[in-house]
């Protein structure tokens, strides 16, 4: 399905399916950096460009999903595209199931996409996620987190995990702004002895800076620490 929304000189953008989300969750990871996801929130588009992911297994130790079927893990048995959110470090997280049972990625951060939004949209986001001491979030991280991210563009679990993307009202867009670099990376905050070994998150070099951690600061090593993937054409 395509649609016209596109700012002056961008390429036609298409809305992604459930049929997208049904392949591999690394390579679902990597396909969604440099999506867009807008929610309608009293018909204003609240829009972010995502810039990091995790991908998770049902074998995989470290996943939700390896703790059992329950009633509020029950998305991630559901089809590809089912919306799976949940609480983390006092906030909601979204991510999106993949194919095969319980596997998902987890939308880790994002940058506000102000070509995408009117100025009332950044500045409802802006007001949406403040500071401890209700200051203004500098714009590079505002979304650089998955609760951050989830805040600012007001999502929350009641409303729509278990749920599938909505046309007119939550939506993820190509927007052919694939990064010609992503940096594969350990996961963050995988506990010891729940393989948190593996390289499953995903971050594009173009935005370090609003990664939840800069996966290529100055102690981390290339080959060791982390790899770079890039674009084949």
């Known amino acids: 399905m395509r649609i016209d929304t596109a700012p002056p000189g961008r390429k036609e953008i298409q809305l992604l399916t459930t049929a997208d989300f049904d392949v591999d969750a690394q390579q679902l990871a990597r396909r969604l950096i440099g999506t867009i996801i807008r ?30 079927r329950t009633r509020s893990r029950e998305p991630l048995f559901m089809p590809a595209g089912t919306i799976y959110m949940y609480y983390a470090r006092g906030g909601d997280s979204l991510n999106f199931s993949a194919q095969g049972d319980g596997n998902a990625v987890l939308i880790k951060s994002a940058i506000p996409a102000i070509d995408y939004m009117s100025s009332v949209a950044l500045e409802t986001m802006i007001a949406n996620n403040p500071t401890g001491d209700g200051g203004a979030r500098p714009l590079n991280r505002l979304c650089a987190g998955q609760t951050l991210l989830c805040r600012a563009l007001a999502l929350t679990v009641p409303k729509w995990t278990g ?50 951690q800069n996966p290529v600061r100055r102690s981390q090593l290339e080959g060791r620490d982390y790899e770079i993937l890039r674009r084949r054409d």
Do not use: M
């Not at 972010?48 to 470290?62: C, P, R």
């Not at 939550?170 to 670099?181: A, G, I, K, Q, R």
């Not at 729940?194 to 800076?209: A, E, K, M, N, S």
């Open 39 to 68: 929610h309608r929130v009293n018909r204003v588009w609240l829009a972010a460009q995502v810039i990091e992911t995790e991908a998770y297994y049902l074998s995989d130790k470290g996943s939700h999903a390896s703790l059992g």
């Open 163 to 212: 749920r599938l993307l909505v046309s007119g009202s939550l939506e993820v867009l190509d927007v052919c702004d694939t990064p010609e670099e992503i940096v594969q990376a350990k996961r963050l905050g995988i506990p010891e002895g729940r393989d948190q070994h593996l390289p499953y998150r995903f971050v594009d070099r173009r935005h370090l800076q609003s990664a939840t």
